[in-house]
């Protein structure tokens, strides 16, 4: 086979595995809205008394991790989507109240931003470039998946906060 022949084959085949893990907005949301409903059960475990929690003195606390991820939600999703976000960078870790309750409140409300700004895309935006923090560039689509793993990370780091407060985290919900 000719070189021409094999780029051409490669090409085909890079094309159907990219469209074959492409999301579609719907999916995205599905994954999103299991993504909270997670985030919620882990905020619902911790005891209320744990909250300002820290493994260690130079880290976050579990709370300061929950604002941070929900600070993220927001900065991310406006950046992703070019709709101005209603929280200032940062504004939601700098939160003096970290009940259990504000804490609670911050990040649904900060899921509740990422969950009605995807409903207002349609497939085709997921593809449209964008320039993420004035630096990265990549597609919507992408930024929006870059967010949803740094949930997923700050979320997971928490688990160990859970379980050193004695408290045994959510089972894991990949469905």
Do not use: C
């Amino acid at each position: 086979m000719n070189t021409i022949k094999k780029l051409g084959l490669l090409s085909v085949l890079f094309l159907s595995m990219t469209q074959a893990n492409a999301q579609s907005v719907t999916e995205i949301i599905t994954e999103w809205e299991r993504a909270k409903a997670y985030t919620l059960e882990y905020l619902e475990v911790m005891p209320a008394d744990k909250y300002d929690f820290k493994a260690t003195p130079e880290i976050r606390s579990f709370a300061q991790q929950m604002l941070h991820l929900t600070d993220a939600n927001y900065g991310f999703t406006a950046a992703a989507t070019g709709i101005e976000s209603p929280v200032g960078m940062g504004e939601s870790e700098k939160s003096t109240d970290t009940s259990k309750e504000n804490v609670t409140k911050l990040v649904t409300a900060g899921y509740d931003f990422v969950l009605a700004e995807l409903k207002g895309l349609q497939d085709g935006d997921l593809s449209q470039p964008v320039k993420l923090f004035g630096r990265f560039e990549m597609t919507k689509g992408q930024a929006l998946n870059k967010l949803f793993e740094h949930q997923t990370h700050h979320r997971g780091q928490t688990t160990i906060y859970i379980r050193l407060a004695g408290v045994t985290p959510p089972n894991e919900k990949l469905f």
